[in-house]
């Protein structure tokens, strides 16, 4: 069955913010957008929780933004991270987002201040009342604090421009009712969960790995449409123990950074209150990495 938002199904890579001596590296971050469409992924991310938005001003935000965009030049999707806890803000980044080109916005549950459920699906109807752009809700509880109940995303799908969700709960349990009683596209928000995800349902991924493997990703997405499941399910476990290295040696951003950073494709720079892998750890990252077949 078709989807809402299908042409959002595929891999998109929650790109990571580069930086140069504590500012936005925008060369970097070109070269980034280039890799991600020689390997062959669908969408492209930037400023969500893997890009560090929380640190970025409002204008570095915006500057991410319009370099990813004017990059892509069409030759990728783009969908901008453009949340905020506070409704009005989340409202202009997405118009911003819109107007640099964006093919769509993701935008996180508000974070801190825990609002009702009614209060969730006021927030994000009046975004998609005020920008008309594709919308995807991004649901990460372990983040920010509070679940959108699948009920509410399932009310939420009656707004025609709100097409999809990232599905970063953790449950299975969720993501099928959203998938049952809805036409959202629902796209994993962890790796390791994406065929899982895919076997109810759900039309692709919001990846974190993708940033040093999308091939692999792309790979294990592309077999499983195919129904080829032995393939799927060697690319799930292939891509497994890499994504469980990732996620259990400290909070995302931090290993994909250092994993970018051994492989040279990003100098491992974060802004605080993140902070580097220590030696032995980074040593460990290196290991699993060699083990993969990267080095």
Same mark, same amino acid.
């Given at each position: 069955?078709?989807?809402?938002?299908?042409?959002?199904?595929?891999?998109?890579?929650?790109?990571?913010?580069?930086?140069?001596?504590?500012?936005?590296?925008?060369?970097?971050?070109?070269?980034?957008? %280039?890799?991600?469409?020689?390997?062959?992924?669908?969408?492209?991310?930037?400023?969500?929780?893997?890009?560090?938005?929380?640190?970025?001003?409002?204008?570095?935000?915006?500057?991410?933004?319009?370099?990813?965009? %004017?990059?892509?030049?069409?030759?990728?999707?783009?969908?901008?991270?453009?949340?905020?806890?506070?409704?009005?803000?989340?409202?202009?980044?997405?118009?911003?987002?819109?107007?640099?080109?964006? %093919?769509?916005? +993701?935008?996180?549950?508000?974070?801190?201040?825990?609002?009702?459920?009614?209060?969730?699906?006021?927030?994000?109807?009046?975004?998609?009342?005020?920008?008309?752009?594709?919308?995807?809700?991004?649901?990460?509880?372990?983040?920010?604090?509070?679940?959108?109940?699948?009920?509410?995303?399932?009310? +939420?799908?009656?707004?025609?421009?709100?097409?999809?969700?990232?599905?970063?709960?953790?449950?299975? %349990?969720?993501?099928?009712?959203?998938?049952?009683?809805?036409?959202?596209?629902?796209?994993?928000?962890?790796?390791?969960?994406? +065929?899982?995800?895919?076997? !109810?349902?759900?039309?692709?991924?919001?990846?974190?790995?993708?940033?040093?493997?999308?091939?692999?990703?792309?790979?294990?997405?592309?077999?499983?449409?195919?129904?080829?499941?032995?393939?799927?399910?060697?690319?799930?476990?292939?891509?497994?123990?890499?994504?469980?290295?990732? !996620?259990?040696?400290?909070?995302?951003?931090?290993?994909?950074?250092?994993?970018?950073?051994?492989?040279?494709?990003?100098?491992?720079?974060?802004? !605080?209150?993140?902070?580097?892998?220590?030696?032995?750890?980074?040593?460990? !990252?290196?290991?699993?990495?060699?083990?993969?077949?990267?080095?």
């Amino acid at each position: 069955m078709t989807t809402k938002g299908e042409q959002f199904a595929g891999l998109t890579v929650a790109l990571v913010t580069p930086f140069r001596d504590g500012a936005v590296d925008e060369a970097a971050l070109r070269k980034l957008v %280039d890799f991600q469409i020689e390997q062959g992924a669908d969408c492209v991310s930037p400023v969500g929780t893997t890009g560090e938005s929380p640190t970025l001003s409002h204008e570095e935000h915006e500057q991410v933004i319009s370099t990813v965009c %004017d990059h892509a030049a069409g030759r990728i999707k783009v969908m901008a991270g453009t949340g905020s806890n506070s409704t009005a803000e989340a409202i202009r980044l997405t118009r911003f987002a819109k107007n640099a080109g964006a %093919d769509a916005a +993701l935008l996180v549950a508000p974070y801190y201040n825990k609002p009702t459920q009614e209060g969730f699906f006021l927030h994000y109807q009046a975004i998609a009342e005020a920008v008309d752009i594709p919308l995807v809700v991004y649901n990460i509880p372990g983040r920010t604090a509070k679940n959108i109940e699948a009920e509410t995303i399932v009310r +939420l799908a009656e707004i025609p421009n709100i097409v999809a969700v990232k599905e970063s709960t953790g449950s299975m %349990d969720q993501a099928s009712q959203i998938i049952a009683e809805s036409n959202l596209t629902v796209l994993s928000g962890d790796d390791s969960l994406t +065929l899982p995800l895919m076997a !109810l349902g759900g039309r692709g991924v919001v990846s974190v790995v993708g940033n040093i493997v999308p091939q692999d990703v792309k790979a294990m997405i592309t077999a499983f449409e195919k129904g080829d499941l032995t393939a799927a399910r060697a690319q799930h476990y292939k891509l497994f123990s890499l994504c469980r290295e990732l !996620l259990s040696m400290a909070t995302n951003p931090i290993p994909i950074k250092a994993a970018m950073k051994i492989l040279g494709r990003d100098n491992g720079e974060l802004r !605080l209150p993140m902070t580097p892998l220590d030696a032995s750890q980074e040593q460990a !990252l290196a290991e699993t990495l060699r083990t993969y077949g990267l080095l």
